[in-house]
């Protein structure tokens, strides 16, 4: 079945601790995102990428970082900068970045700094 | 960017329909209007979208306002499984970053038995 697949589900770290949530798509998919979503709140978009080789900032980038070297593949470095970084990491996909296709999102990472 | 305004939460009995306001005044004329909506713990799903017909499918219906300020979406039979979080989302549609989503708070539908 094609989809969307994020790990680990739960994930602690230490602070001051750099950590990376994998992402995985096999839906051929072009597009992918990375939000975030705070406990009551909305998704904030915090990077995404077109294509392969390419990614843009979105809102709250600071203290994030990403790769796109595979086109199924965008993992989300949490690093220490990130004064705030206990939250719910959704990741999603889209089939063309310039096209109205729906997103689709994976089952989310839950990670807690300690 | 355009932004949207929902109720924070909505009750429904099961078996009955759910109406989901959603005000958009600032709508330009070529934003798209989207429905999605999270169930706990989980990622949010595509429930619908449109432009400015009325739209329908398997999940849903999208009753858009004539003048695009509003719109409503439809849950003809609400069941247990449709008390989620209700995102009414407006985005460009030229796609790209006009394209992206942002989510607001919002409404979250309790279904009682």
């Known amino acids: 079945d094609g989809g969307i697949t994020q790990s680990p589900k739960y994930l602690f770290r230490k602070e001051g601790q750099n950590v990376t949530l994998s992402c995985e798509q096999n839906l051929n998919h072009d597009a992918m995102y990375w939000y975030r979503q705070d406990p009551g709140q909305g998704l904030r978009l915090i990077y995404y990428s077109q294509i392969v080789n390419d990614f843009q900032k979105g809102d709250i980038a600071e203290g994030y970082s990403v790769s796109r070297e595979k086109k199924e593949s965008f993992p989300l470095t949490v690093t220490s900068a990130q004064k705030n970084p206990t939250a719910f990491y959704l990741c999603a996909s889209k089939k063309e970045y310039s096209s109205y296709n729906e997103q689709f999102f994976g089952p989310g990472t839950r990670l807690t700094v300690l | ?113």
């Open chain 2, 1 to 113: 960017d355009a932004k949207t305004t929902q109720p924070n939460s909505m009750e429904s009995n099961e078996e009955e329909p759910v109406h989901l306001p959603c005000n958009h005044s600032t709508i330009s004329g070529t934003d798209y209007i989207h429905w999605y909506r999270q169930l706990p713990s989980q990622g949010p799903e595509y429930v619908i979208h449109g432009l400015t017909s009325n739209v329908n499918n398997r999940m849903a219906s999208l009753a858009i306002a004539e003048d695009r300020k509003s719109s409503t979406l439809i849950l003809h039979r609400a069941t247990l499984r449709d008390a989620a979080v209700y995102y009414c989302i407006l985005s460009g549609n030229y796609g790209g970053s006009q394209g992206n989503l942002i989510f607001g708070k919002g409404t979250k539908l309790s279904v009682k038995p």
